[in-house]
């Protein structure tokens, strides 16, 4: 089946660094997400990005589908931004996760 | 809040129990999702219905089935609990783009 890789596993900031995700899948996909879950628990779709590049504030998105990676961009990071990003990619309408980049915003 | 609402919060039960997990989509939307999150396994895909039929089936085990009802709400049943079935439980539904907004999930420990 498809591999999805997320680099870093973790990864520490102060408050107001940029930072870059990475996510890395295997084979062709219908599409990707982008996710962020919160301390709680919560889980919020971020990006919907089977192509190209969307911005939604300071965070935004580039998938570069030919080459099967996708990137997460946030800007001027804030202690909100803490958390797990999840990357997922769909292919035959199975979704697959990636196992999480683990960010930790240092006020 | 994400509009999507899953009941109960937490579960504890015992091994060999059944149990049922609810989710109510958001208004209008037509997919519903079901995943499990555990410490081991990460984020994992079980499955999806969309307007009442199954669309797609990720790793649900045979032990588990779902169902999604006329008014689109939609119920995980969960049997023959394991230890290793102890995880949080999301529910997501999404309109025809593919947006998923997810429920606060269900917190279920089997003893």
């Known amino acids: 089946g498809i591999q999805v890789e997320q680099s870093p596993p973790d990864l520490i900031l102060q408050e107001g660094a940029n930072s870059t995700l990475r996510c890395n899948f295997s084979?062709?996909?219908?599409?990707l997400q982008w996710f962020h879950q919160n301390p709680w628990g919560q889980l919020i779709n971020l990006f919907y990005?089977?192509?190209g590049t969307k911005q939604n504030g300071r965070l935004s998105a580039t998938t570069v589908a030919t080459e099967r990676y996708s990137l997460l961009y946030i800007s001027s990071s804030q202690t909100t931004d803490s958390g797990v990003y999840f990357c997922?990619?769909?292919?035959?309408?199975?979704?697959?996760f990636g196992k999480g980049t683990r960010l930790h915003i240092l006020p | 809040d994400s509009g999507v609402t899953q009941t109960p919060k937490h579960l504890i039960t015992a091994t060999g129990q059944r149990v049922t997990l609810r989710c109510s989509p958001r208004?209008?939307?037509?997919?519903v999702y079901w995943y499990q999150q555990s410490l081991d396994q990460g984020l994992q895909f079980l499955i999806q219905y969309y307007n009442g039929e199954e669309r797609a089936k990720g790793n649900i085990l045979e032990r588990f089935s779902a169902q999604q009802f006329p008014d689109l709400h939609s119920e995980l049943n969960l049997s023959s609990l394991e230890l290793g079935d102890s995880a949080l439980y999301f529910c997501?539904?999404?309109?025809?783009?593919?947006?998923?907004?997810f429920g606060p999930g269900t917190r279920l420990t089997v003893l």
């Open positions: 208004s209008g939307d037509l997919s």
């Open positions: 997501a539904s999404s309109s025809f783009y593919n947006e998923q907004f």
């Open positions: 997922a990619v769909t292919r035959d309408d199975k979704i697959i």
């Open positions: 990005i089977p192509s």
């Open positions: 084979d062709s996909v219908n599409n």
